[in-house]
């Protein structure tokens, strides 16, 4: 039995995954990660790193967060409280979507989650009061292979839904793309 639905999004490699629940009168049980039927959408590694956030306020963006080679990462991105507009953009050099963006509302409810593969910026802006994503890492951490990118860099357009309340003062700091950046090389 699957308990997954695999949706291709415009830009190679970026899979939108949807949860099958199966519930009672007790609740449900939704598995999060299955290896044996998430390698169909590209996730081809051991998690290597499970992280779970707290957004406080509405209009919150997070991102454009990626780590570099080698220790770039694929995550695999749910909802698991309120809801979110989740973001991935393709900066893979020669990629024919290279620098297009998807983005993809995920929420506790919908039950959807985001595969992003190795070569992508990710980021979101919190779309109810508070929100909570749970994330698999298939790289750890690496403090030092950690870069972003500007989430309002006119150079991607990101049309953020709301107004952005707030951001952290170290993505604000993300320079723009320049004009010789040729994208990351796996």
């Known amino acids: 039995m699957t308990r997954f639905s695999l949706t291709n999004s415009p830009i190679e490699c970026l899979v939108l995954i949807e949860r099958t629940r199966i519930g009672d009168s ?40 990626f780590q570099t080679v080698p220790h770039a990462e694929m995550k695999l ?34 039950c959807r989650a985001l595969l992003i593969p190795e070569g992508f910026a990710h980021g979101f802006q919190v779309l109810s009061d508070s929100a909570e994503l749970l994330y698999c890492h298939s790289e750890p951490y690496t403090p030092h292979a950690e870069a972003g990118v ?7 357009g990101i049309s953020w839904p709301l107004p952005i309340a707030e951001i952290s003062e170290r993505d604000n700091q993300r320079p ?11």
Do not use: Y
């Open 176 to 186: 723009a793309l320049t004009p010789s950046f040729t994208g990351v090389s796996l």
């Open 77 to 110: 991105v749910s909802c698991i409280h309120g809801e979110v507009w989740d973001v991935a953009v393709d900066l893979r050099t020669g990629s024919s979507t290279f620098l297009q963006w998807h983005a993809e509302h995920l929420s506790a409810e919908n």
């Open 26 to 65: 007790r609740g449900f049980l939704s598995r999060v990660f299955c290896s044996d039927e998430l390698r169909a959408a590209g996730w081809d590694k051991p998690v290597a790193q499970i992280n779970h956030t707290r957004t406080e306020r509405r209009g919150t963006v997070r991102g454009m967060h």
């Open 150 to 156: 500007h989430p309002q860099d006119p150079k991607l």
